[in-house]
Every structure is written in C-alpha cells, then in structure tokens.
Nanobody, 121 residues
Framework: ERLVESGGGLVQAGGSLRLSCTAS????????IGWFRQAPGKGREGVGC???????YYSDSVKGRFSISKDDFKNAIYLHANSLKPEDTAVYYC????????????????WGQGTQVTVSS
C-alpha cells in the first residue's frame, strides 16, 4: 500500500494550487483521508479530512480557503488550496486511516512522502 502526493510548487500569495493524493494497493474510498502539513521548525498540523462517506472537516486556519474532494474513478483525493498565504508554506502530506479525531496524525495508518508548497509574499 502506497500513497503519493503531487501538485505542490511555488505560488504567489493569493494564488491557488490543487494537491493530489493517489493510492496504489488499496481503495481510498474505504478510508478517511487526512491532509496534514509541516512547516520548517514546526510540528505536523492537521489541515482537513474527508471521510469514507464524503463528510469533510477543516482546520480553522484553512476553513473557507481550502476544500477536499475525491474522484473514486481515479482513486484520488484532492486538496484545493485557494487564497494562499505565506504562512501556508509547508510540506503537505496525505494520510489514510480510520481516525477518531481527524487531526490526530497518530491515528492514521498510511502516509505519503509529502509535496512542498511555497507561497511567496
């Protein structure tokens, strides 16, 4: 089982990116998929989560700017990051699991390698 993130890059403040999380070896639709980020010198922060029934959760820091969607045909989950700010700069990770709490990283079982998002001011 493997998760792979893609879509990161360098963007100016106010811009947008779509991050992708694809899976091999298992069906993402059967899991909750969380997005996390880690900035240099900081701990891993929960960004949002989409459950197997497609309900979503977002952290206060991204609510109203980020959204999560899924494409069951492509076995992919997307993080739509809009109105990006320099403080959104981080490595973004997707993770699969059945967490009790969406932002509890230790409750996820599978992790991708991360994709870098850099927002310039």
């Amino acid at each position: 089982e493997r998760l792979v993130e893609s879509g990161g890059g360098l963007v100016q403040a106010g811009g947008s990116l779509r991050l992708s999380c694809t899976a091999s070896g298992f069906d993402l639709d059967a899991w909750a998929i969380g997005w996390f980020r880690q900035a240099p010198g900081k701990g891993r922060e929960g960004v949002g989560c989409i459950s197997s029934d497609s309900s979503t959760y977002y952290s206060d820091s991204v609510k109203g700017r980020f959204s999560i969607s899924k494409d069951d045909f492509k076995n992919a989950i997307y993080l739509h990051a809009n109105s990006l700010k320099p403080e959104d700069t981080a490595v973004y990770y997707c993770a699969a699991g059945n967490p009790r709490y969406a932002d509890h990283a230790h409750e996820y079982d599978y992790w991708g390698q991360g994709t870098q998002v850099t927002v310039s001011s």
